[in-house]
């Protein structure tokens, strides 16, 4: 059975960061692309970064426009684990964030984390 188990998440003040983690196995690290989605309350889960496979810098991401020049999306294989690293936060990134690995015609889900950015 695939796990994806999310931390990190919690509350921070506007201008905060934040760095998410999303540990699950090695086959799927190595060989699933990764994504993180998020959902703000009472709208719709919306796809915020992706990383493809593979570890090198030209590894390819991309980034919702919303997020791009403050989340970084990485993935370090050696600890099966995916990141998201979320600086300069601002009350609309307030969200579940949840970690998702899609390959092979097969999509697998996170229980979801909660990010509330307050001051």
């Known amino acids: 059975q695939v796990q994806l188990v999310e931390s990190g998440g919690g509350l921070v003040q506007p201008g905060g960061s934040l760095r998410l983690s999303c540990y699950t196995s090695?086959?799927?690290?190595?060989?699933?692309?990764m994504r993180w989605y998020r959902q703000p309350p009472g709208k719709e889960r919306e796809l915020a970064a992706q990383i493809a496979i593979g570890t090198s810098i030209y590894t390819s991401t991309y980034y919702a426009d919303s997020v791009k020049g403050r989340f970084t999306i990485s993935r370090d294989n050696a600890k099966n684990t995916v990141y998201l690293q979320m600086n300069n936060l601002k009350p609309e990134d307030t969200a579940t964030y949840y970690c998702s690995a899609s390959g092979g015609g097969r999509s697998y889900w996170g229980q979801g984390i909660q990010v509330t950015v307050a001051s």
């Open positions: 090695a086959f799927i690290t190595s060989n699933y692309a």
